[in-house]
């Protein structure tokens, strides 16, 4: 990871080790995140009560750790007063890091759904959703790992991915549809299985959010909520 | 609304005008959420096509404000370098129009929503959540007026209100679940509603989100995350 990219080589060297802290706080919960969602995803697929019971009480490390990092982020704004691409840096982790928490908060949804699926479902429900973790999953490792080398190429990537989502959680929600429509006894699961369809489809708007951001950081232009045409031709230009 | 609050008698009356500047584009990015997301509710409610068309495709102007007071915001603390209490609002605005923005995502959802529920449902299903609807409308409207006048009493009481549309969600997500059990021809419309009543239930989250930074800004002392005694205290002791 080309850290470069966060410490300017400043005059001041405190300057440069508060802002690689900083993105190191970014990286530690964003790590966390990618956590609770794997295991948010696990629990509800394998029904495991009491892996969803940890996430859906862990979910506070994220938020503490959304605190500290706005805490840190205003302390260096008032004590550094940064400008330029150090202000940008600073402004996407106050950003993002809004992102990475309601991540965790799809997380723990998602684990408050398997609590109340325990044991009951057919497999075959939870298989398309399942696969749609997986993929949201590496989705957010990707945005990630992309904002710790602030490559825009791959946060490009990323971008196109969340598009293909939309279509993947579109087909489940007609599947899981049907399935209700066969036989009304199984309503009750299915809609928990939909509810946690729906929060990986968040996820990876959020995914998407960061590296939009991330674009941002490394660009100065903002190009959140802009079609993708021009998102692309801001990344390539950042080349 | 005691200006003031935002605008603490700089040396620089330039500097004065620029916060109540931001000021006033955080609350018409407010007032511009709030009507979207009355007129989704309407639109949902009467299933008034033209209505939730409108609602749909007038979502990029919030986002447009976010990105524009995001970008005013970067040149105030670049240009000002302000500290204490004037960055504290600052990065409270640059938090909170994040709320604001996805409580506009939220509006375009319900709006979606009522877009495919047009015409064919049984009025009865609305009910509970056009009351929903209303009650989280003037959560929304009362957080958007505490953070306007600085009140952190009035704070108090949104978080509290957020509080008691939890129970209502769940109640309103019961009964509907009900009548899909009834007769399984329905759930197709009245997956829409569920779906439209969990986006009223994040608009009141986000609403909360507004009051905790509101509190935030006033005490200098982040209390989102923390239980509502807590909160009560902090907000307390800002009287």
């Known amino acids: ?5 966060f410490t300017q080589h ?4 405190q300057f ?4 690689s802290e900083l993105r190191n706080q970014f990286l530690s919960m964003g790590g966390l995140v990618e956590e609770q969602l ?3 995803i696990t629990a509800l697929v394998t029904r495991d ?3 969803a019971k940890r996430v859906a009480t862990s979910d506070y490390k994220v938020n503490a750790l959304e605190v500290m990092i706005d805490e840190e982020s205003r302390i260096i704004i008032a004590r550094r007063q940064p400008t330029a691409i150090d202000l940008r840096l600073v402004m996407a982790v106050i950003k993002t890091i809004t992102d990475l928490e309601r991540i965790g908060d799809e997380a723990e949804h998602i684990a408050q759904m398997a609590l109340q699926t325990e044991g009951e479902a057919s497999d075959k429900y939870f298989i398309a959703v399942n696969h749609l ?5 590496s989705m957010l490792h990707d945005a990630l790992d992309a904002f710790a080398r602030l490559d825009t190429e791959s946060a490009l990537q990323v971008i196109h991915e969340s598009i293909k989502v939309d279509g993947e959680y579109e087909s489940i929600s007609r599947q899981l549809l049907t399935y209700m429509m066969e036989d009304q006894r199984t309503i009750p699961v299915i809609l928990n299985i939909l509810w946690s369809a729906r929060a990986l489809e968040r996820v990876a708007a959020h995914s ?3 590296c939009e951001y991330l674009i941002y950081l490394v660009k100065g232009k903002d190009i959140r909520h802009t079609s993708l045409e021009t998102v692309e031709e801001q990344a390539l230009h950042t080349r």
Chains 1, 2 share one sequence.
């Not at 990871?1 to 990219?5: A, D, I, S, V, Y």
């Not at 440069?16 to 802002?19: G, H, P, V, Y």
């Not at 973790?133 to 999953?137: C, E, F, I, P, S």
């Open 133 to 137: 973790g997986d993929y949201v999953r």
């Open 1 to 5: 990871m080309k850290e470069e990219g």
């Open 49 to 51: 009560y009491h892996l």
């Open 38 to 40: 794997a295991n948010a």
């Open 208 to 210: 998407r959010n960061i």
């Open 16 to 19: 440069n080790i508060e802002l």
């Open 10 to 13: 400043h005059i001041s060297r």
